[in-house]
């Protein structure tokens, strides 16, 4: 590394799966003595302004940040402070690196986030262990976070995901007055599949249900998730009810390609009935009022004959 390669902007020094870490330091001097650190078993990026940082951690979630104390412009409080108040960033670990001995700058430290020190000049021997140490604490975390949002049968989001996701989405096609659809998908007799095949293969079908629809979820911000038992939802913001037609349909395919065998089914095999509404949401209608739109669209799919996706007769004015 030399300084030909420039620290203006933050940059990849090596592209793996290996924990991500991002270096905060306006002396490239010190960005280079925790490269030579990191660089054989973790990909190192680097920032030499607290722009450029808080930049990089909202596109590319480094796994840690090391950062500097004192710099110009952005200090690294500055810096630590406007992570931890952004919900896209609040979870990445920082560790201060700082060369002086400051009681009430320790204590700032900690009030605005850190979760450690490092003091210059650098051990290499503690410095690693000391990023390994918050590594494992925050994969940790990871993963419990994860169990709480993921549902545990299907691995697609769960009902508390989907709660969380449907108020953001919806709050947002509000603010910028986009459609939102909303889809509900059951799949077709399904306690009959059970009684035949056991909740054993019941279990089978509900996961290979459910990765169909997520496999169909190619769009950014489109999503899906899991409500409970056999029925899942599907969000599709700033979409009209003609396109979600369109990729309800993708959705239905995409099931019976599965061609799952059910006795009692539709043709023979696995089928999902859909009821789907869109609109833009009015300032005095709510989340729920989609969801519960979907539904009554889900009822008439069922009562048509199932096997089908049915869109919900219902205008702006209806959605109230």
């Not at 539904?295 to 199932?306: I, N, P, S, T, V």
Request: one cysteine or more; a negative charge; glycine letters at 6%.
């Amino acid at each position: 590394m030399n300084d030909s390669l420039g620290f203006n902007q933050p940059q990849p020094v090596v592209a793996n799966s290996r924990p991500k870490l991002l270096i905060v330091d306006d002396q490239p001097v010190n960005i280079r003595a925790l490269h030579q650190i990191f660089a054989g078993d973790h990909d190192v990026f680097m920032a030499t302004n607290g722009a450029d940082a808080i930049a990089f951690c909202e596109t590319s979630q480094p796994d840690l940040v090391l950062l500097d104390v004192v710099m110009p412009e952005l200090s690294g409080l500055d810096v630590c402070r406007a992570l931890k108040a952004s919900p896209a960033t609040a979870d990445i670990p920082v560790i201060f690196v700082t060369s002086l001995n400051d009681p009430e700058e320790e204590g700032a430290c900690w009030d605005v986030g850190g979760v450690d020190f490092i003091t210059k000049p650098i051990n290499a021997k503690t410095t690693r262990n000391r990023v390994r140490a918050h590594l494992t604490l925050k994969y940790q975390a990871d993963m419990l976070r994860q169990l709480a949002w993921i549902d545990g049968l299907t691995g697609i989001p769960n009902k508390r995901q989907i709660d969380a996701r449907s108020e953001q989405e919806f709050r947002r096609c509000k603010r910028e007055e986009l459609p939102l659809a909303v889809a509900v998908v059951d799949i077709d007799y399904f306690k009959a599949f059970n009684d035949t095949y056991g909740h054993l293969a019941g279990d089978d079908c509900l996961r290979s249900v459910a990765q169909a629809i997520q496999a169909s979820m190619q769009r950014p911000g489109d999503f899906a998730g899991r409500m409970g038992g056999e029925e899942f939802i599907c969000l599709f913001p700033d979409t009209t009810l003609q396109d979600a037609m369109e990729l309800l349909q993708r959705i239905d395919a995409a099931i019976r390609a599965l061609h799952l065998p059910h006795l009692s089914g539709i043709d023979g095999q696995v089928t999902v009935s859909i009821g789907v509404v869109s609109a833009v949401p009015r300032s005095d209608v709510v989340m729920a009022t989609f969801v519960e739109q979907a539904d009554k669209a889900l009822y008439q799919a069922k009562q048509q004959g199932r096997a089908r996706v049915h869109a919900a007769e219902v205008d702006i004015a209806g959605m109230v």
